[in-house]
C-alpha cells in the first residue's frame, strides 16, 4: 500500500482519520539528575495516545488524537507540538476549569527514572462521552485506547466504553493496549475494569507481565491459556510484548509468531510500547502479514529505546532502515 500522505483535509472537506485516539497528554518535565539536588529540568509532552498518534504520523498515516485539555499553556505547547508532528487535532477540547496534567520524570541513577503524576481533578481525568461525538461522528478505521485512559476516573472510562461500542457497531478495528499503570491504580481495579470491554476488542497488546491482568490470573503461568481466554473472548490477535527478548503475536486463525527484539544500545526505555504499538498499527494499516506487522512494530520500538525521550526518536517511513546500517556509519 502506498504511504499515505500526513495531510488531514482534501479538496477542504475533512478525510476520515487511518486512526483514531485520545486520552491524557500532559506537559512533561524530565530532569537531568535528581530534583532533591536541584537538577535542570527540560519541557516537553508526553502521554502513551499521543505517542502513538505521533509515531503513526511520522509514518505517513493518518491519526486523529481527541483529547481533553485545559485553558493553558501547557494545552498551547501541547496542541502546537501535536500539529506539528502532523496529528490532527481539530477534535480536541478544552475543559475551562481543569488545568492539564502533568507529570515530572527525574533521573536517579544509570538508566533508573522515577515518575511523579500530577492528574488528580485534570481537563483530561474530566472528558466525557460526549466530548468525543465529533471525533467519533468524523470517522476512523481504526479506533486506539489504553487502559491508561479507564485509569483517570469515571468520566474517562465511560467514555472509552463509549468510543468502542461505537467502533464496534461500525465495523471499524479496535485496538486495546493494556498499558498498566500501578501508580494510577491497582492490577484488581484494572481488571474490573478492562475486561468487561474484551467483547468490542479487535487486537489485544500486552506485556507478558499484563496478560493474567485482561484475561484472568489463575495462579499458574500459563500464557497460552491466557492468551486463549482473550481469543474465545472475541480478540482477533493477541500481540505480548517481552521488552529485551521481542514480542509474539497469536492469531485467531492459529498462528504464532516471535520476533526477537532488534540489537541497539538502550538510551531510555519509556515509550517503548507506544513506538511498539505505533509501529504494529502502521502495519496493519499498510495490509502486512502478520510477520511483518511484529517486524515494524519490534523496529520502531528499538528506534524509540535507543534514543532520549517518550517520543522523540521515532522513526519516519523512510527512516524504518536505518537500524540495518552497521555500528557507526554515516549515512552521507
Known sequence: MKPRAAAQVSAGKAVAADVLTFGETMLSLQTAGPVAVGAPARTTLAGAESNVAIGLARLGHRVSWAGRLGADEPARLILRT???????????????????????????????????YWRTGSAASRQRPEHLTEALTAGARVLHVTGITCALGPDPRAAVAAAVGHARERGWTVVLDVNHRARLWSREQAAQVLRPLLGGIDVVIASDDELPLIAGDDGTDDEEARVAQLLAAG??????????????????????????????????????????????????????PPAERLRRACTTGAFAVATAGDWEGLPHRDELTLLNAPPGSAIR
Not at 476549569?97 to 538508566?111: H, I, K, N, Q, Y
Not at 541497539?264 to 494499516?285: I, N
Request: glycine letters at 14%; a negative charge.
Open 82 to 116: 501535536l500539529r506539528g508532528e502532523g496529528v490532527d487535532v481539530r477534535h480536541a477540547t478544552t475543559d475551562p476549569d481543569a488545568p492539564t496534567g502533568s507529570m515530572l520524570r527525574e533521573r536517579l541513577v544509570a538508566d533508573v527514572a522515577r515518575v511523579h
Open 235 to 288: 480478540a482477533r490477535e493477541v500481540v505480548v510484548k517481552r521488552g529485551r527478548d521481542g514480542a509474539e503475536l497469536y492469531g485467531s486463525d492459529g498462528h504464532r509468531i516471535r520476533r526477537p527484539a532488534h540489537p541497539v544500545p538502550v538510551v531510555d526505555t519509556v515509550g517503548a510500547g507506544d513506538a511498539f504499538c505505533a509501529g504494529y498499527l502502521s502495519g496493519l494499516l499498510d495490509g502486512l
